[in-house]
C-alpha cells in the first residue's frame, strides 16, 4: 500500500514537475545554521523527484520535509538524528550518502579494491619490465620530449 | 511527402551502410582493391543520405509540419524559429538522428584524410565505422522513427521542453556528441589493427590524433553542458553526478587515460595491448551513455521494463560491440610485451600511474551509477548514490594522479632525472606553500580554501616549471611542438579547475530571502536590494521579472533582472539572472511570491566559478593542439622511415605488407 501510494505521488510528481529550483526562505538563527542545513539538505533525496535533491526540489512533499528539518534543527536534533527519522521513514533511499551496509559493500569496497589490485598489477609489471637506471643506454632514452 | 523521403533517405543510408560495413572488411581480407575502394565512396553516399534525412526533419520543424509527430510534440506554432533547429535533436528520435550525422561526419573526415594510410587498414577503419552506423540506423528505423506520421495532424504542437530553449541547447549536445562519437574513430583504428593482426604501434600514431580531437570535443560538450545547468535551472550547481551526466564523464575519464597511453604506444612502443583495450572501453562507455541516457533505464528501472524495446536494441547492440571487440581482442591481442626499455623512475611508470587512476575513477563512477539500477531490478532494497559518494572517492582517487602530474613531463622517457625531480619538486613546494600563505593574509582561514590555492599552485607552477626549462635548454623553433603545446595547455587547464572547482565549492554564499520591495539583502559583502517585479513578455513567453541593485560599500555594481517564465503549456521556468566575473559571479534567481508584493529570491556569490569552465576549455584547447602537431601529418614511406630502433623494421615490414 504505501508502495502504491509512493508511485502515485511519484506519477503526479512527474505530470506537475516545474523546472523551477526551489526556494525556500526561512529564518535562521544565523549563517552557521544556514549552512548546515543547505548541507544537509543537499546530501538528502526527494522522493518524488527522479534525481533531485530535497535541497533543488520544488516538490510540496520536499518543501514539507525541508521545513520539519529546520524545525528538528531548531529542536537541537543533529544531522544524524535528522537522517536517522527520514531514514526510519523513507529507508535509505532517501541518503544521497548510502550507508555501508551488507548491500552495499560492494559499492564502498571495489574502488580501493581496485585501486589496490590495479596497483599490484602495476608494481608487477613494473618489476618485472622497468631495469636498473644504469642499463639503460643514452641512446634508448628520448630526449626530454 | 516529403517527410516520407527522409524516411527514404534514412532506409537507403541503413543499406549503404551495411555495404559501408561488409564489403571494405571483405576486400581487406581477400586483398581485393576494388572493394576496399568502395569504402570511400559508400562512406560518402551514406552520408548524403543522413545529411538529406537530417535536412528534411529540420525543415518539417521550420515549416512546422505537425503531422509528424515527433515535430508536433517538440514544437509549437509560437516556438521562435531560432529554437525551431535546436529543437530537431532537443527529444529522442532527432538527438539519434543527430548522432548518426556526426557518425558521419567523422567517417567523411577519416575517408578524406585518410587517404595516406594503408590500403586495407583504412578499409577496415571505415567498414568498422560502417557497421557502427549501421546499428544506429537500425535502431532509428526499427524503435525510434523521427519521420512516424500522426494523422490527422493536430492543429498545433505541443511544446519543446522550456529547459531547452536556451542557447545552452544549441550548443551542447552537438558539442558532447562529437567527442562521444569521435571515440568510434579511435575504437575502429584498434578493431581494425586486430582484424588486419597489425600488431606493431603504428596504428596508434594514425589515430591519436582523432583520439585527441574527440577527446576535446567531449571536453567542450561537458563544460558547455554544466555551464548550461548553472545558468539555466537556477540551482547555481555545476555539477551533481546525474546519471545523465556520469554517462559522458566516463568516456572523459577512459579517453584521458587513453590520449596518455597512445603517446606511451606511440613514442616508445609499450602498453601496447593496453591502448587496444582503453580504445575499445572508451567507445563502448560511450555506447553505454547512449544506453543510460535513451533508454529510459534511469527514469525507474520498472518503467524500463515496461517498455524495453529501445533498452533491449541499445543492450543488444552494446553487448555485440562489446562482446565481439573483446572477443577479437582476447584471440589477435599482442601477448609479447614490447617497446624499449625503462627505468623505475620514468615518464612511463608515472603515466601507468595515471591510468591506473583515471581507470578506477571511470569504473568507481560505472559502479556508482549503476548499483541503484541493479539494486532495484535484483529487488534488494533501493538507494541513491549521489555527490557525497562520487565526490569524496573522486578526489580520493584523483590525489595521485594531481601530486604526480607535474612531474611526468619533467621526466624523461625511459630514466628520469632523479636530482631535476628534487630541485623541480622543492620550487612546486616551495610556490604551494607560498600561495596557500599568500591565501592565509587575504583572509582565507578554512582548509578547503586554502587546499584549493595550494593543489591549483601545484600543477600550475609544475606546468610553468617544464615550460621554463623548454625556453631556457631547446632551440628556438623547436622549443614547443604543438603536441607539448597542447599538454601544457590542458594540464594548466587542471590546475585552473582545481582552484575553480575547490575554491566555488567552499567560498560560495547561498542565501535564499524573502523581500519586499525596496529591502535590500546582505549576502557577504554584498547588498541585494529589490525593487519589486514587474510583468514582460517574450516571443513564446510570458515573465515575471524582478529587479535587483546589486552593490557594495554603496557602490552600484549591476542590476541583475530575474525571470519567472511562463510558457504556453503552463510550464513554469525561471531564468537566473547572472552578473559575470573573472573572480565571481553575483546571481538571483526568482522563486515564488509571499503576499504583498513580497517574493522570495535566491542570492548566490559564487566566486571562481568561472574557472571550472575555463580549466575545462583549456584541456578542450590541448586536445585540438596535440592533434595539429605535424608529428601526426602522414607521409607514407616517412612514417617507416624516421623511427629508430627495433620498432623501425617491423614497422617497414607493416607498411610493406599493406601497401
Not at chain 2, 576535446?216 to 537556477?234: D, P, Q, R
Not at chain 2, 614490447?338 to 620514468?346: Q, T
Not at chain 2, 617491423?650 to 607498411?655: G, K, Q
Request: hydrophobic share 50%.
Amino acid at each position: 500500500m504505501k508502495h502504491a501510494l509512493l508511485l502515485l505521488a511519484f506519477a503526479l510528481a512527474l505530470i506537475v514537475s516545474v523546472a523551477a529550483f526551489a526556494i525556500d526562505p526561512l529564518p535562521f538563527k544565523d549563517d552557521a545554521q544556514r549552512q548546515r542545513f543547505q548541507h544537509l539538505t543537499s546530501q538528502l533525496r526527494c522522493m518524488v523527484c527522479q534525481n533531485e535533491s530535497l535541497d533543488a526540489s520544488n516538490a510540496d512533499l520536499a518543501k514539507d520535509l525541508r521545513h520539519q528539518i529546520f524545525e528538528m534543527m531548531q529542536q537541537g536534533k543533529s544531522d544524524a538524528q535528522i537522517k536517522q527519522y527520514l531514514v526510519a521513514r523513507y529507508s535509505d533511499f532517501v541518503l544521497y550518502d548510502p550507508p555501508l551496509k551488507a548491500s552495499t559493500v560492494a559499492l564502498w569496497f571495489a574502488p580501493p579494491a581496485l585501486v589496490i589490485v590495479g596497483g599490484i598489477v602495476v608494481f608487477v609489471l613494473l618489476r618485472k619490465r622497468a631495469k636498473p637506471a644504469a642499463q639503460i643506454a643514452t641512446n634508448e632514452m628520448g630526449d626530454d620530449w | 511527402m516529403i517527410p516520407e523521403l527522409g524516411q527514404l533517405a534514412l532506409i537507403l543510408a541503413l543499406l549503404l551502410a551495411a555495404l559501408q560495413c561488409a564489403l571494405p572488411i571483405f576486400g581487406a581480407w581477400r586483398d581485393h582493391r576494388p572493394l576496399m575502394a568502395t569504402a570511400r565512396s559508400l562512406a560518402v553516399g551514406q552520408f548524403v543520405f543522413v545529411a538529406l534525412a537530417f535536412g528534411i526533419l529540420t525543415y518539417a520543424f521550420l515549416v512546422q509540419d505537425f503531422s509528424v509527430a515527433y515535430v508536433a510534440q517538440n514544437s509549437n506554432l509560437q516556438l521562435p524559429w531560432w529554437y525551431r533547429f535546436p529543437a530537431v535533436w532537443g527529444a529522442h528520435e532527432g538527438s539519434l538522428l543527430l548522432w548518426v550525422l556526426i557518425l558521419n561526419v567523422w567517417t567523411l573526415a577519416v575517408a578524406a584524410l585518410g587517404g595516406k594510410l594503408p590500403e586495407r587498414f583504412h578499409a577496415r577503419v571505415l567498414g568498422v565505422l560502417g557497421f557502427v552506423a549501421f546499428g544506429f540506423l537500425l535502431f532509428s528505423l526499427t524503435t525510434s522513427n523521427p519521420f512516424a506520421r500522426i494523422l490527422p495532424a493536430p492543429a498545433d504542437g505541443a511544446d519543446l521542453n522550456p529547459v531547452l530553449q536556451d542557447p545552452g541547447l544549441i550548443m551542447h549536445p552537438p558539442v558532447l556528441y562529437m567527442g562521444y562519437v569521435g571515440f568510434s574513430v579511435a575504437f575502429a583504428f584498434a578493431i581494425a589493427a586486430l582484424l588486419g593482426g597489425e600488431l606493431q604501434s603504428a596504428w596508434v600514431r594514425w589515430s591519436r590524433p582523432w583520439t585527441n580531437v574527440a577527446w576535446g570535443f567531449l571536453s567542450a560538450g561537458i563544460v558547455a553542458g554544466s555551464w548550461w545547468a548553472y545558468s539555466e535551472l537556477g540551482w547555481g550547481g555545476w555539477w551533481f553526478w546525474d546519471p545523465v551526466e556520469n554517462a559522458s564523464f566516463m568516456p572523459w575519464l577512459v579517453g584521458a587515460a587513453l590520449i596518455h597511453a597512445q603517446a606511451v604506444t606511440d613514442k616508445r612502443g609499450g602498453l601496447r595491448a593496453w591502448t587496444m583495450l582503453l580504445a575499445i572501453f572508451a567507445f563502448s562507455l560511450s555506447l553505454l551513455g547512449t544506453f543510460l541516457v535513451r533508454s529510459g533505464v534511469l527514469t525507474s528501472v520498472h518503467s524500463f521494463a515496461a517498455d524495453p524495446k529501445r533498452g533491449v536494441f541499445i543492450l543488444g547492440f552494446l553487448a555485440v560491440v562489446v562482446g565481439g571487440s573483446l572477443l577479437l581482442y582476447a584471440l589477435r591481442a599482442p601477448k609479447v610485451a614490447g617497446g624499449k626499455p625503462f627505468a623505475l623512475a620514468s615518464r612511463e611508470t608515472l603515466i601507468l600511474i595515471g591510468n591506473l587512476m583515471l581507470t578506477v575513477a571511470a569504473a568507481t563512477v560505472l559502479l556508482g551509477t549503476l548499483y541503484p539500477l541493479v539494486g532495484e531490478a535484483l529487488n534488494i532494497g533501493r538507494i541513491s548514490v549521489g555527490a557525497p559518494y562520487f565526490g569524496f572517492l573522486f578526489m580520493l582517487l584523483m590525489t595521485p594522479l594531481v601530486l604526480a602530474l607535474p612531474f611526468a613531463p619533467l621526466s624523461r622517457w625511459g630514466n628520469a632525472d632523479l636530482a631535476l625531480w628534487k630541485r623541480a619538486g622543492l620550487r612546486i613546494v616551495g610556490l604551494s606553500i607560498l600561495s596557500g600563505i599568500i591565501g592565509w593574509v587575504l583572509g582565507a582561514r578554512d582548509f578547503l580554501p586554502l587546499l584549493g590555492v595550494t593543489a591549483a599552485t601545484y600543477v600550475l607552477s609544475g606546468t610553468a616549471i617544464y615550460a621554463i626549462k623548454r625556453w631556457k635548454e631547446a632551440p628556438r623553433g623547436k622549443r614547443y611542438p604543438l603536441e607539448m603545446f597542447g599538454m601544457l595547455c590542458a594540464h594548466a587547464g587542471v590546475g585552473v579547475f582545481i582552484a575553480g572547482a575547490i575554491l566555488t565549492r567552499s567560498l560560495s554564499i547561498e542565501q535564499d530571502v524573502a523581500l519586499s520591495p525596496g529591502q535590500t539583502a546582505h549576502v557577504g559583502v554584498y547588498d541585494f536590494k529589490f525593487d519589486g517585479v514587474a510583468e514582460t513578455q517574450g516571443p513564446n513567453w510570458l515573465a515575471q521579472q524582478g529587479t535587483v541593485d546589486v552593490s557594495k560599500n554603496g557602490e552600484t555594481i549591476v542590476t541583475l533582472y530575474p525571470q519567472k517564465r511562463t510558457y504556453p503549456r503552463g510550464q513554469v521556468q525561471t531564468e537566473a539572472s547572472i552578473h559575470p566575473g573573472v573572480f565571481r559571479d553575483l546571481y538571483v534567481s526568482l522563486g515564488d511570491p509571499l503576499g504583498d508584493g513580497d517574493w522570495a529570491l535566491r542570492v548566490y556569490d559564487k566566486p571562481f566559478v568561472r574557472w571550472i569552465w575555463a580549466g575545462g576549455l583549456l584541456m578542450m584547447l590541448g586536445g585540438f593542439c596535440a592533434a595539429a602537431d605535424k608529428r601526426f601529418r602522414m607521409r607514407r614511406e616517412a612514417t617507416a622511415l624516421e623511427v629508430s630502433g627495433a620498432t623501425a623494421t617491423t614497422r617497414i615490414e607493416v607498411v610493406e605488407q599493406n601497401a
